[in-house]
Structures are given as structure tokens and as C-alpha cells.
DNA sequence: CGTTAGTTTAAACGCTTGTTTAAACTACTT
DNA sequence: AAGTAGTTTAAACAAGCGTTTAAACTAACG
């Protein structure tokens, strides 16, 4: 294995549990066996490895989504259910790319949002914005009456569920392992987390005051 | 002022921006206009900073919200809007407690729960249970067809929608003023939310696998 | 074999972090 | 007026941070 992707997966895992604020470049090049400088070596900086552990990620999942998003939109009449659908075997099959891999990029995707005053958030609606602009068709699609206006509003709340969500994964499966002795896995949670955001979005157009 | 209620003021506008771990005490001891040391001499460290931070918004708010939702438990049938409109006005009043004091307290919540490893989520469900303990009874009286389960992923669904939203208000009544020419506060904000929470939490039971 | 480009290494750099120290200052009591 | 408890202050502390340097190593090519 080469010394960048000893680096990259460290940085990941590390990432993904403690934050990018969180996580020193010393813990990193610890875990992954290698020379403190090499990450400024292979990657300039902290912020540009930061940058390329998502950019792996994005790279592999975008595509995938675009298409099952495009898909979606072939149905029918999908339901809301069919498009939030549409994200779990694109984001199940990067653990096929990776051991943990949806839910270290779950969790890393939370982190992007609150760690580092959102230069990541810009990061990727800049670099990937098909994901967005197929989402939004799709959404559309399902629950036309849904004003732009109530989908600008519905579509933050979802991002600030599933992020936040995911972020703590964790917790919540160690919660519902000693609450309710439930062993359950990342691919558990997004199941779970589907109806609610569906039914979120779903909800009916409020009266005007 | 106090040199201690300085420096919680600063600490508090300088953690709801940037972190717990993104704000260090020479900023806050700087923007309180105080000595470095003083923190130390008040408070112990910074770990306890933080939670006196957190404290002064949570006795200011748990009694006002346990009151409500008690309210919420004595209404015949009440709905999911019910009771996620208690929250409404023990939050606001939150804003004649302290300048910006909704915003900063639910940012800081929702910094909570990222940063520090979660910490302040097992000191806030420790400290004040029953905020918890009253809301779950209010939802319980609503939908009482939930399962406990199902209930303990809603809520962490819910407060995830709750904590993302406040935490990038600012930036989402921006863009609402730029992209549909709206004029909106944080109380719509929080009104717009509801609906959504609402639909969420009381989306139909999923059938088991 | 000698050269060269690419990579790894140990050490140091300058800077920031949270915390501690001991002296200075303040205000109230005896 | 002297003493004392509480508070503020400047300075230093040890530790950790991201980054840089220059020397050592590796492997392939002419």
C-alpha cells in the first residue's frame, strides 16, 4: 500500500471519529506507520487532505447517485419514499469500496457542516452540484404542489437531519445497543432515518398567515 | 458587568461561531477585554467555562419548557403541533434574556453535539432529564401507537433537523431574502420548522422486515 | 557504474494552546 | 492604620500544533 493511501485512510477514520479540528497531523501519519512530513509531502497541507479524503468519497458516490436520481425520475409517479430511496445502494456500496466506508463518509459529511466554518460545505456544492440539481428534479417530480419556496426550506431541514444523523451515528447505534439491545448497523440508521425526512418533506403545505 | 459574566458573554458569542475546539481563551479573555488567567481563576478550566456557558441558558430555559409541555399533556387529544409549539415561546424568550440568545443557545446546542466527543450531551441528559422526560410524555400522548424505539430515533432525528437549522439560520435567512425577497427572524425560522418536525415524527409506523 | 528524480526521514522551526505562578492591586474588617 | 481575603495582572510554563529544512535513502535510466 502506497504511503498516500496509508495516509488517506488513517486521515479518514480518524476524521470521521474526532473531527478535523479534532484530529492532529501527528495522530495521522501515527496510525497510518509514516513520516510526520509526508503528508505535506504528497498533499501541501492539512486542508488540501482534508479535501482529497472527500474527494475520494465524491468521486466514487456522485455518479452513482445522479443515476439512481435520474431514475427515479423515470418512474411513474414516485413517491417521496422512492427518491429518499434512491440513496441507500449508492451509499451502501462505498463500503464495498471501502471497510466502514458509508459510515465514515456519513460521518465525515457532518463534520464538513459544523468542523471548519463551512469552507467545506462550499467545497462541495461548488465541485459536485449534479447531486443537488438531480435531488431537487426528482423531489419535484414527486410533490409538484411543493412551493420553491417550501422545497428550499424542507431540503435544509433533510440535509440538517441526515447530517447531524449521521455525524453521531455512533452514539445513536451504542444508545440502541444498551437501550433497546439492539445490534444495528450505519445501513440500520439510513433505513430508519428514510420515512422521517420522507414524511418531512411530504408534510402539507402550510396555510399562509 | 462581572469579570465572570464578561467573559461568559464573550465565550458564549465566540462558541456559537466557531466551536468549542475553534475558540481558544486568549480570543475570549481578548473580546471580554479581561486577563487570560481570569478564566482559569473563575471557572477552573475550560471544560467547566463551557459548561457554565450552556448552564445559564439551560436554567433559564427548562423550567419554561417543562412547563409548557406539561401544558401540551393536559390538552383532551393533542397534536404533533401541539407539541412542538411549546417550544415556541420558552425559546424566544430566550432573546429578551440576552441579545441573540435563541440563536446563540441553539447553535451552541448544536456545537454540543459535534464537537467534544458528546461531552455536553451526556451533561445537558444528565443535568436536565426532565426537558426530556416531558417532551417524551407530550409526543407519547399524540401518537401513542409510537414504540419506544421508534420514538428514541424520531426525537434524535428531530433535534438533529433542530440544531442544523438554528446552527446555519444566518445563513438560510440570507439566502430567503436574496432568492424570494423575504424579510424572515428567527421566530420564522422555528415556525417553519414545526410542520416539518411534526410530519416527521409522526410519519406511520414502518412495517417490520 | 554514476546520475538523477522521487521519496522518506529526523530534526527543528515558529507559533498557539491551556494552565500555573507569584506579585500587585482593591476593598473591607479589626 | 494594619491586616486580610478576594481579585486582577504580567509573565512564564510545558506541550502540542502545522509546516519546513536538508540530509539520507531508493530505484530506474543512460
Not at 99 to 121: C, E, K, M, V
Not at 149 to 173: C, K, N, P, Q, Y
Not at 194 to 207: D, F, K, Q, R, S
Request: glycine fraction near 6%; proline fraction near 4%.
Amino acid at each position: 500500500m502506497s504511503t498516500k493511501n496509508k495516509i488517506l485512510d488513517a486521515a479518514e477514520s480518524l476524521f470521521a471519529n474526532k473531527g478535523f479540528n479534532g484530529t492532529s497531523l501527528r495522530e495521522i501519519t501515527g496510525q497510518a506507520d509514516v513520516n510526520l512530513a509526508a503528508v505535506n509531502y504528497h498533499f501541501g497541507s492539512k486542508k488540501e487532505l482534508i479535501k482529497a479524503v472527500m474527494s475520494r468519497y465524491m468521486n466514487e458516490l456522485s455518479p452513482r447517485l445522479e443515476g439512481a436520481l435520474r431514475q427515479v425520475c423515470e418512474i411513474e409517479s414516485p413517491s417521496l419514499i422512492d427518491v429518499f430511496s434512491a440513496f441507500i445502494d449508492p451509499l451502501l456500496s462505498l463500503n464495498k469500496f471501502k471497510d466502514n466506508g458509508t459510515s465514515n463518509f456519513l460521518q465525515l459529511l457532518g463534520r464538513g457542516y459544523t468542523d471548519s466554518q463551512g469552507f467545506l460545505r462550499w467545497f462541495l456544492t461548488t465541485q459536485y452540484p449534479g447531486v443537488i440539481d438531480n435531488f431537487v428534479l426528482a423531489v419535484q417530480k414527486s410533490y409538484p404542489e411543493l412551493s420553491a419556496e417550501e422545497m428550499f426550506w424542507r431540503l435544509h431541514f433533510t440535509m440538517g437531519t441526515v447530517v447531524f444523523t449521521m455525524s453521531s451515528s455512533d452514539a445513536l447505534i451504542a444508545i440502541a445497543k444498551s437501550d433497546f439491545d439492539r445490534e444495528l448497523q450505519i445501513s440500520d440508521v439510513i433505513r430508519n432515518v428514510i420515512p422521517y425526512v420522507a414524511a418531512g418533506v411530504g408534510a402539507p403545505m402550510p396555510l399562509k398567515r
